[in-house]
C-alpha cells in the first residue's frame, strides 16, 4: 500500500511549474530598438523548461502590460536552430511592436510570456527603455 501512496505522490509532484524566462535584455546593451525601424524590437531571454516542451507553445510579446503579439515558439526555435526538446537556452526576439500612443522619449516596458506545449505558463520579465523615433 505505501509503494502506491508514494507512486502517487510522486505522480502529482512530476512535471513542476511552467517554464522560467530570465535574463531579459536588449540584444545591443546600447538599443532596444533597430536601427533603422524603431518599431522593431531586439531582445534576447534566457529560458528554462523541465518539460522540454517549450518549441510547442507560444511566446506573447507585451508593451506596457498588454499583449501586443503571440509568435510561435516552434517557428523561433527553427529559425534559430534550436533542436526541439531543448529544456535551457537562450532566444532572440526580432519583432515589430505596435507602438501606439507612445511618443519620442517616452519609456516603454516591454515583457515576454511564455506558453509550454503543456499549457502552462511561464513568468514574465519586464524591461524598460526609452523610445526614439528617428536621429
Same mark, same amino acid.
Given at each position: 500500500?505505501?509503494?502506491?501512496?508514494?507512486?502517487?505522490?510522486?505522480?502529482?509532484?512530476?512535471?513542476?511549474?511552467?517554464?522560467?524566462?530570465?535574463?531579459?535584455?536588449?540584444?545591443?546593451?546600447?538599443?532596444?530598438?533597430?536601427?533603422?525601424?524603431?518599431?522593431?524590437?531586439?531582445?534576447?531571454?534566457?529560458? $528554462?523548461?523541465? *518539460?522540454?516542451?517549450?518549441?510547442?507553445?507560444?511566446?506573447? =510579446?507585451?508593451? &506596457? #502590460?498588454?499583449?501586443?503579439? @503571440?509568435?510561435?515558439?516552434?517557428?523561433?526555435?527553427?529559425?534559430?536552430?534550436?533542436?526541439?526538446?531543448?529544456?535551457?537556452?537562450?532566444?532572440?526576439?526580432?519583432?515589430?511592436?505596435?507602438? $501606439?500612443?507612445? *511618443?519620442?522619449?517616452?519609456?516603454?516596458?516591454?515583457?515576454? =510570456?511564455?506558453? &509550454? #506545449?503543456?499549457?502552462?505558463? @511561464?513568468?514574465?520579465?519586464?524591461?524598460?527603455?526609452?523610445?526614439?523615433?528617428?536621429?
Amino acid at each position: 500500500m505505501r509503494a502506491c501512496v508514494f507512486l502517487l505522490l510522486v505522480a502529482a509532484c512530476g512535471g513542476g511549474g511552467g517554464p522560467q524566462l530570465s535574463n531579459l535584455r536588449c540584444r545591443d546593451p546600447q538599443h532596444c530598438q533597430h536601427p533603422e525601424d524603431p518599431f522593431r524590437v531586439l531582445l534576447a531571454v534566457d529560458f $528554462d523548461d523541465e *518539460t522540454g516542451t517549450l518549441a510547442q507553445g507560444a511566446l506573447d =510579446l507585451r508593451i &506596457n #502590460g498588454s499583449t501586443q503579439a @503571440s509568435v510561435s515558439l516552434q517557428d523561433l526555435f527553427a529559425a534559430q536552430s534550436i533542436v526541439p526538446g531543448t529544456k535551457k537556452g537562450t532566444l532572440q526576439v526580432d519583432e515589430e511592436f505596435v507602438l $501606439d500612443r507612445v *511618443t519620442q522619449g517616452e519609456s516603454v516596458k516591454v515583457g515576454l =510570456l511564455a506558453t &509550454n #506545449g503543456q499549457g502552462r505558463d @511561464s513568468n514574465e520579465p519586464s524591461l524598460t527603455f526609452t523610445l526614439h523615433l528617428g536621429p
